[in-house]
């Protein structure tokens, strides 16, 4: 919870920001981990990859698609949050909250959904992937609940996704570059383990 202003909308939405946060860290975590081992959780694998395609082409198209699935999914909530809070005096510092608002949870979701991609990949066992990005996602949000209560361990405030974003910096504006560079680093890092280890990986058929 912050000490935001609760009588302005952007104020209120920032309180409940936790709320926003988990459910799209599961679902792209969960999207990520499932996307990859689609073919392999329906039986299809062996169809698929018998055709004249590479698997660095497939993975591309599906990191895409995951791409266009997180952004929908922000833009959904976005305009869910405006359209409710329409009836309100909205100011210009609402408008440029949601969009550090947006860009935060778009960011978040893309190092969930790459981790997930990047389990998916490594794990023989396509079935783990989704427990362990799961656990990620929950794991670190407990973690976040604890670095808030305990400030001995804020120096792990730099592993941990929901930090990276705060809502306190974005209702004043501001966006911390260390922790977009955080993000790409993991981003990156992760679709990278992905292209190295899916092309060697033994597709469970």
Do not use: H
């Not at 909308?9 to 081992?37: F, K, N, R, W």
């Not at 392999?40 to 660095?56: G, H, N, Q, S, V």
């Amino acid at each position: 919870m912050t000490m935001s202003n609760m009588s302005t909308p952007e104020g209120y939405i920032s309180m409940m920001s936790i709320y926003l946060y988990v459910p799209i860290a599961i679902y792209s975590a969960l999207l990520g981990s499932s996307i990859i081992s689609k073919e392999e959780r329906a039986k299809t694998a062996e169809y698929l990859f018998t055709l004249p395609i590479k698997r660095e082409t497939v993975i591309r198209s599906k990191m895409i698609v995951g791409f266009i699935y997180v952004l929908s999914f922000v833009l959904v909530i976005i305009l869910g949050l405006t359209i409710t809070f329409y009836r309100f005096e909205l100011t210009s510092s609402f408008y440029n909250f949601m969009f550090y608002l947006g860009f935060g949870l778009f960011f978040t979701g893309l190092i969930f959904m790459s981790i997930g991609l990047f389990f998916a990949s490594y794990l023989k066992q396509y079935k783990r992937s989704g427990a362990i990005s799961l656990a990620i996602a929950i794991g670190t949000f407990m973690l976040n609940m604890v670095v808030q209560l305990v400030e001995e361990l804020d120096f792990l405030k730099y592993v941990i996704p929901y930090k990276y974003f705060d809502v306190e910096e974005m209702l004043k504006g501001n966006i911390e570059l260390i922790y977009v560079l955080l993000s790409l680093i993991i981003i990156c890092s992760s679709i990278t383990g992905v292209f190295i280890f899916y092309k060697k990986r033994d597709l469970y058929i």
